[in-house]
């Protein structure tokens, strides 16, 4: 469907000018933003304010099972992430604790909630 055609359908209000929009804007109708957004750039497209809200909602709801693509949101952002982090080695200053040297000083402890 072209442009021209959801366009002339919606000014007749034909009974299938839904499935027009949905076959010209299949990738916009299911993007992850808001209704409001979708519309105002719809009507944009095709110089004219005749899609409302509740066409989209129709469209998402009645037509998702005969989506065959799944739609790429144009606000997606690639993030790049490190294969691996190697660890750096440790400062002169730092010293490490061995677990198994620590001896069992768990008694020395004491807790509020102890009696």
């Known amino acids: ?3 021209k055609t959801v366009k002339e359908l919606y000014e007749r209000k034909d009974r299938r000018r839904k499935l027009a929009l949905f076959k010209a804007y299949s990738a916009w109708l299911f993007m992850d ?7 105002e750039r719809i009507n944009r497209d095709l110089d004219f304010d ?3 809200e509740q066409d989209i909602k129709y469209i998402r709801h009645h037509f998702r099972s005969q989506l065959q693509i799944v739609p790429k949101s144009s606000l997606a952002v690639k993030v790049n992430v490190p294969e691996e982090i190697l660890p750096t080695r440790p400062a002169e200053g730092v010293s490490w604790t061995n677990p198994d040297e620590v001896t069992n000083n768990q008694n020395s402890l004491k807790s509020k909630f102890s009696k």
Do not use: R
Not at 33 to 39: A, G, M, N, P
């Open 50 to 52: 005749l899609v409302a």
């Open 1 to 3: 469907m072209d442009k």
């Open 33 to 39: 933003t808001s209704l409001k957004f979708i519309q």
